[in-house]
C-alpha cells in the first residue's frame, strides 16, 4: 500500500511538471470531464445518464487561460470557481495514479465562439452551487456552466434534457437522492429539464483527445 501511494505522488510530481511543458496536451477552451468517485451520490449521477464510449462522469470543468497559466473553471465545493489544472487531475485517481479526467474539445465550426462563451461564464465566478440542481435560480451545477453559456443567436449548443434520478433498472428512486433531497427539504425534481456530464460528453459537438492521462492519436 505504502509503494502505491509512493508510486502515485511520484506520478504526478512528474505529471505535473510536463502539463506546463511545451507538449501539454490541453488548450483554452477544453471540456474535462471526471468520475470524482464521491460515493453513493456520484454513483447514482454515473448510472443514469451514461458517457461517451460507456465512459462514466460524475463532473465537468473547462479549462480557461489566464495569463500563463490554465484553470478550470468549475462549480464545485460551495461555488463556482478557478482551479489549477493540476489540482483539477489530481482530484480524483484510479488504481495506478492516473487522473481520472477525459478531455473533449469543440469541434472546428464552434471554436470562434468559445471566447465569447467563457466571457459570459466568468462572470458567474463565485456564484453559490445549485445544490437543489435546478435551472433558473440563480446558483449553478457543474454542466450549467456549459448549458447557460454556450448558445449561438438565441439556440442553446446543448439542449436541456428531462433529468431522472431513478435506478434504470428498478424505475424507483436512488435512496441516496430521497435522502439528500430530504435533507434539503425539497421534492426530487424529476423530469425537470437539466443537463449531466455524462449526457454532455456525448454532444456531437465534441470530440476526444485525451483519456486518463494519455492524449489520444
Not at 506546463?20 to 471540456?31: L, S
Not at 468520475?35 to 464510449?53: F, K, S, Y
Not at 428512486?173 to 454532455?200: C, S, T
Request: with cysteine; charged share 20%; hydrophobic share 40%.
Amino acid at each position: 500500500m505504502m509503494l502505491q501511494r509512493l508510486m502515485s505522488v511520484l506520478f504526478f510530481l512528474l505529471f505535473s511538471v510536463g502539463l506546463y511543458a511545451q507538449e501539454t496536451p490541453f488548450k483554452n477552451g477544453d471540456v474535462l470531464f471526471q468520475d470524482l468517485n464521491c460515493g453513493p451520490l456520484c454513483d447514482a449521477i454515473e448510472a443514469v445518464t451514461e458517457g461517451i464510449d460507456g465512459l462514466e462522469f460524475s463532473h465537468v470543468g473547462w479549462v480557461i487561460e489566464m495569463g500563463d497559466s490554465l484553470q478550470v473553471l468549475e462549480a464545485i465545493g460551495g461555488k463556482v470557481k478557478l482551479t489549477p489544472i493540476a489540482q483539477f487531475l489530481r482530484r480524483s485517481v484510479g488504481k495506478e495514479g492516473e487522473p481520472l479526467v477525459v478531455g473533449m474539445r469543440f469541434k472546428k465550426p464552434y471554436q470562434q465562439y468559445i471566447k465569447k462563451w467563457q466571457s459570459k461564464a466568468l462572470l458567474q465566478l463565485g456564484l453559490p452551487y445549485d445544490d437543489a440542481f435546478l435551472p433558473n435560480n440563480q446558483a449553478i451545477y457543474c454542466a450549467e456552466v456549459f448549458t447557460e453559456n454556450c448558445w449561438i443567436g438565441k439556440k442553446p449548443l446543448f439542449p436541456l434534457e428531462p433529468m431522472t434520478f431513478k435506478d434504470p433498472k428498478s424505475n424507483a428512486f436512488f435512496r441516496a437522492w430521497v435522502d439528500y433531497y430530504h435533507d434539503l427539504k425539497q421534492p426530487i425534481p424529476e423530469q425537470v429539464p437539466g443537463m449531466n456530464p455524462g449526457a454532455l460528453s456525448r454532444s456531437p459537438s465534441l470530440y476526444l483527445f485525451y483519456r486518463f492521462g494519455k492524449k489520444l492519436p
